[in-house]
């Protein structure tokens, strides 16, 4: 019994595997052999990975087809979800199943049994399925493991020494008896009558082949200059665009006649195995040496468009040598490991052949070092400094680099270590080519950018420019992972499980639900932003709202549009927020102890836009500080004071504190102006007068009318007030200047005097003005000559004072 529900179940798995389809179809011979040959494939890998004889080879073949293997099982168990989801809201709909010893009626109960069997239909398959691709996960693993552990044992493998003379003679030997087997080759396939006959048949396109090359290889250059000069025509010039477009032909067309030329001797049949596994290497090695003899070039442009101020135009010349011989030196690699492939020679002729290589490659590597930037001084200095500072560290950093490499790499080598010293040095070199070719087309993109919006060289320090350069860096990563010894499977891998995402408190993140969750999220920003725009600056300026209340609605608009854009973007991204509840709850009891300010002004914000005690323009006082209120968000409230300067207060300052709000709900306001005249003034006349005055100015208010109060009897005149409502407050202090212009100019006409304060200072001891060895002092008391009880100073000598003479616990009166 039980293997009969084991079989059931596995052809399940086979028709959702095959169809993802409905679990009553009738299954096929084609998916059941397919279902068993996973099985099979599983079991033969098991085997292999146990017994861990295969070649890195053979085990990449096993991966690919266990991978293809699992790719399916990942799409089958996630079929029929939504058709799950339905069976499974039926079956909620029909309540509770009933307890043991209780019974519902039969047809709920027949329905119930029908849901269940077709929601069971589709639930084992999908169990299955994540069983497979549980399986093919894991031997993809141990496999990717074994892989890696060959690696690290290759790379660490220690040697034959590569300057131990014994290894030198049997090197060469091997060294001209493959040069002779390939001559040998070529030589006897000269001779062959099928070579003849095939050279009389192919004769017509063998030279048509090497026409077009030997054109494309002496002409290629010339036709891309004066391609050039044609696209210049077309507008541009001494943006330095077609400049790089035409040095891109300058590479390409050769590179094409060496490809034809190629295939040309191909065609010949002259060659045999050695010379064909040479030959096809020929266009890849050719495109190496264009490649980077297009860095240097364009390297020399990069300086030549800065006047050569970074770097000499000589060390560019001195640099691009270097580059074009690292080019040859890792052709030269390239041909080493050829040469083992098809000779398969000992470890000791390896380590000897590839030694010069490493050696020489080290050597250039120090030597491109050595080049170093041209420091300049003054304001150019510090315009420069600013400018690349960050690409400065980043010289320096490859510097440091590529002294360490090339002295370790020959050193490495020299003990026996070829492995590791080749996967050190010449990835080094490929990453410094890399990175001068991030640079170029970072700059071409710029150049670009510079030509389209009129910004020209500007462009090459605008935020664009810094944004091309990190997207460049970030699609870098997988050829400099590859560069350093990284398989394709491995990246292959990793993009793979960065696709299933990854799960952070129950929620899964992918890069698709991620992509939509942005995308959705910013479309609903943007659909916010001119929502409010249209509000702002056409619905709302035609209604009676005051300007507070309409900068209210739409900020409030704006808070529940991005409310709403991210709720849907979360949504419609598949991302399910209830596991988060908990988090949430105890991120929420954080929130509340250690973030009380902000979200007490964060309440505070919402109050102040809904219930509007003050609104944008309205003049306040709060806290001392006085001026218009510019911006209300839900975190604080900008003020610009009288002064021009922007405060930004704390909207809970503002609900809890004391407010003076002068232009709340319209700006009528009152002015007070006081004046003081001299004693003895007809007070009436002035009552009249400044009545005239208040009554005159346009910004008072007629009704109620303007007040003058006679205020009382002051130290030094009769005080008066004017007391005036004006209808825009705003104008308070031009409307005070104005009536202190006119009160002024009536009270001459008048001849009405405007008192100030005048002071008489009584001596108590005038004897200690004196100074010493003067005649005595005058008397100050009061006779019939001198009325006056003031003393007179008339000495010219300089008065000693001290603080105790100025006490007021001596009298003196001030």
């Known amino acids: 019994m039980l293997q009969q529900v084991r079989l059931f179940l596995t052809l399940i798995a086979v028709l959702v595997i095959g169809f993802a389809g409905v679990a009553s179809a009738q299954l096929t011979d084609r998916q059941s052999e397919y279902y068993k040959g996973w099985v099979s494939t599983a079991n033969r890998a098991e085997a292999v990975i146990e017994a861990n004889r295969a070649s890195n080879a053979s085990l990449e073949n096993l991966r690919e087809e266990i991978n293809g293997y699992r790719e399916d099982f990942n799409k089958a168990r996630g079929a029929n979800t939504e058709r799950i989801q339905t069976l499974e809201a039926q079956i909620k709909a029909l309540g509770p199943k009933p307890e043991e010893g209780s019974s519902e009626p039969e047809d709920i109960a027949n329905l119930r049994a029908h849901l269940e069997t077709q929601l069971n239909s589709l639930r084992v398959p999908r169990i299955i399925s994540q069983e497979a691709y549980s399986r093919a996960n894991g031997l993809i693993s141990e496999i990717d493991q074994l892989i890696r552990d060959r690696q690290k044992k290759e790379f660490l493998e220690r040697g034959p020494s590569p300057i131990n003379p014994v290894y030198w003679a049997p090197a060469w030997v091997d060294l001209t008896e493959a040069a002779r087997s390939l001559a040998n080759e070529t030589l006897q396939n000269l001779r062959s009558d099928v070579v003849r006959e095939e050279l009389r048949d192919r004769g017509l396109a063998i030279f048509v082949l090497v026409a077009i090359a030997l054109v494309l290889l002496i002409y290629g250059r010339q036709w891309s200059e004066k391609g050039g000069d044609y696209l210049r025509s077309l507008g541009g010039s001494g943006s330095g665009v077609w400049t790089f477009i035409i040095s891109l032909f300058r590479i390409i067309l050769p590179w094409l006649g060496v490809t034809l030329l190629v295939q040309a001797v191909v065609l010949t049949g002259v060659l045999g195995l050695r010379g064909a596994l040479l030959f096809q290497e020929i266009p890849y090695w050719a495109a190496i040496i264009f490649y980077y003899d297009w860095i240097g070039r364009q390297i020399f442009l990069m300086g030549a468009a800065q006047n050569f101020t970074s770097i000499s135009s000589n060390k560019i010349k001195e640099l691009r040598v270097y580059i074009d011989l690292l080019a040859v030196m890792l052709i030269l690699h390239e041909l080493a490991n050829l040469f083992e492939q098809i000779e398969n020679i000992s470890d000791a002729t390896q380590a000897v052949v590839s030694f010069p290589v490493i050696v020489a490659t080290s050597l250039l590597l120090l030597r491109v070092r050595q080049i170093r930037r041209i420091e300049p001084d003054g304001e150019k200095a510090e315009a420069s400094t600013t400018r690349a500072a960050g690409f400065s560290q980043l010289i320096d950093v490859l510097r440091k680099a590529l002294f360490f490499l090339g002295i370790a790499s020959p050193i490495l080598a020299i003990f026996g270590y070829t492995n590791a010293a080749e996967a050190i040095v010449f990835p080094a070199v490929k990453t410094l080519v890399l990175i001068a070719a991030l640079v170029i087309v970072q700059r071409f993109i710029s150049l670009i950018y510079g030509w389209i919006t009129g910004q020209g060289d500007a462009a090459r320090d605008s935020l664009f420019s810094v944004l091309v350069g990190f997207v460049l860096a970030i699609l870098s990563l997988p050829v400099l992972a590859i560069y350093w010894g990284a398989r394709e499977s491995d990246l292959s891998e990793a993009w793979s499980r960065l696709l299933l995402g990854f799960d952070i408190g129950g929620v899964t993140i992918s890069p698709s639900n991620f992509l939509t969750f942005v995308a959705i999220f910013a479309i609903g920003y943007m659909l916010t932003r001119l929502l409010q725009s249209g509000l702002r600056n056409s619905l709302l300026p035609k209604t009676s709202i005051d300007p507070g209340g309409q900068n209210a609605i739409a900020a409030g608009t704006g808070y529940v549009g991005i409310f709403l854009a991210a709720l849907v973007a979360i949504t419609v991204a598949g991302f399910d927020l209830s596991s988060l509840a908990i988090v949430a709850g105890a991120l929420s009891v954080g929130i509340g102890f250690g ?188 006779d019939a000559d001198n009325p006056s009880p003031k003393a007179t100073l008339e000495s010219s000598d300089p008065i000693e004072m001290t603080e105790t003479d100025l006490s007021p616990d001596n009298g003196d009166e001030v």
């Open 595 to 782: 973030l009380q300010t902000i979200v007490s002004n964060f309440v505070s914000g919402i109050i102040l836009l809904v219930e509007r005690p003050i609104s944008k323009g309205d003049w306040i006082d709060v806290n001392g500080m006085m001026g218009y209120v510019r911006d209300i968000s839900v975190r604080s409230t900008r003020i610009e004071t009288f002064d021009r300067t922007d405060v930004i207060v704390p909207n809970s300052d503002l609900i809890s504190g004391v407010v003076t709000n002068y232009t709340r709900g319209n700006t009528v306001g009152r002015v007070i102006v006081p004046v003081g005249v001299a004693y003895g003034t007809d007070t009436r006349k002035v009552e009249t007068i400044l009545g005239e005055i208040a009554n005159g100015h346009p910004m008072v208010l007629a009704n109620p009318a303007p007040s003058v109060v006679f205020q009382g009897f002051g130290a030094d005149s009769l005080d008066f007030e004017i007391r005036a409502i004006l209808r825009d407050v705003n104008w308070v202090l031009s409307v005070k200047s104005d009536m202190n212009h006119e009160i002024n100019r009536r009270f001459v006409e008048e001849g009405i005097e405007i008192p100030f304060a005048q002071r008489d200072v009584w001596l108590r001891n005038p004897e200690t003005l004196q100074a010493p060895g003067s005649d005595k002092p005058k008397s100050t008391k009061p």
